[in-house]
């Protein structure tokens, strides 16, 4: 199985930074994409930033050049800075690893992390 283990959440004031990081672990082929999501209290989760490989990253139009996405391949980890946060940036951040197993022959599939929380105070 493919397990991921995020880090980095905690307490910040408005205008402070965060440094969020996941590694992944496990019976890893490769893989296709890492990114995060979050969902703040009463909110659907969403897409905060992904990346696929290279330059081939997206991010939600609210985060666009306050967050950056990297990831270290060799040791299966994605990284989210976060800077200049602010109040509606609290939430619970997730993980999302999409990746194909070396047992398991198919499709590959989305992996999650339990999630780590981000609080921003004003």
């Known amino acids: 199985q493919v397990h991921l283990v995020e880090s980095g959440g905690g307490l910040v004031q408005a205008g402070g930074s965060l440094s969020l990081s996941c590694a992944a672990s496990?019976?890893?082929?490769?893989?296709?994409?890492m990114g995060w999501y979050r969902q703040a209290s009463g909110k659907q989760r969403v897409l905060v930033a992904r990346?696929?490989?290279?330059?081939?990253?997206k991010y939600l139009d609210s985060v666009k050049g306050r967050f950056t996405i990297s990831r270290d391949n060799a040791k299966n980890t994605v990284y989210l800075q976060m800077n200049s946060l602010k109040p509606e940036d609290t939430a619970v951040y997730y993980c999302?690893?999409?990746?194909?197993?070396?047992?398991?022959?198919?499709?590959?599939?989305?992996?999650w992390g339990k999630g780590t929380l981000v609080t921003v105070s004003s």
């Open positions: 990346s696929a490989g290279g330059d081939n990253t």
């Open positions: 999302n690893v999409e990746a194909y197993s070396d047992y398991d022959i198919g499709p590959p599939k989305d992996y």
């Open positions: 496990g019976s890893i082929f490769s893989i296709n994409a």
